[in-house]
Every structure is written in C-alpha cells, then in structure tokens.
C-alpha cells in the first residue's frame, strides 16, 4: 500500500480535539500494532471510509460522543469509540473500552488525497 499523497504527521496537532483533528486533518494513515497499515478518510458529512492493510475498503459513519470518536462500520460488528492522546509529537489512538492502543497517526493530508472510494 502506498500513502505517498500523505504528509508527516504535523506538530499542528498540539491541543487539538478529535473534532477539531477530523476538520482539520481529512485523511490520516495509521500505524497499527498488528502488521500493515490503514488509511482513514473522514469525510465532513459524517462518512468515513477505511482501507485496511489487505486493500479492502470498509465503509461507515463517524460521530463525536463525549470527546470520542466513534465509527459505525457497515457490514462489521460494533466498534468501541476512540480517543486521541498526544504525547510530544506522536498521537496515539486510543480504544476506550480497553484502553490499548490501537496505533498511531504517522501522517495526514486534508482532502481525499488517496482517493479512496467505496
């Protein structure tokens, strides 16, 4: 999978909120703590789209509950929200029913630069 369109992760995250990230930055790569990577685009009209590292593409709704981010997969089991936690320069996203990790963001762009598609 290539992300090149994608920029380094920016030190512009600093006190941002998940709303605030999602306007700010649409598409994000996240390094995953299982092998490969995935693409997230948040769309402003509350689509999100997913492409997991074995290039599918996973098709959903995301919402802001209570300073999470919460995604609503279609045609996938419910998913725990996530929060955003930002340590220095790397933000890690959180699952809120675990509390593990479930990676990084390591780069970002605004708009539908990988042009992922349903």
Known sequence: MKATALSPRKASYEGLSPQDLLR????????RKVPGEAIFLFAPDGGVLNRIPNGKILQGAWTIKDNTVCVDWKNQPPNP??????????VT????????????????????VERLAP
């Open 81 to 90: 929200c996530s929060r955003y936690d930002k340590q220095g320069d790397t």
């Open 24 to 31: 700010a930055y649409r598409v994000m790569l996240l390094s």
């Open 93 to 112: 996203v959180i699952n809120v029913s675990t509390g593990q990790p479930r990676g990084r963001i390591v780069k970002s762009a605004d708009g539908n």
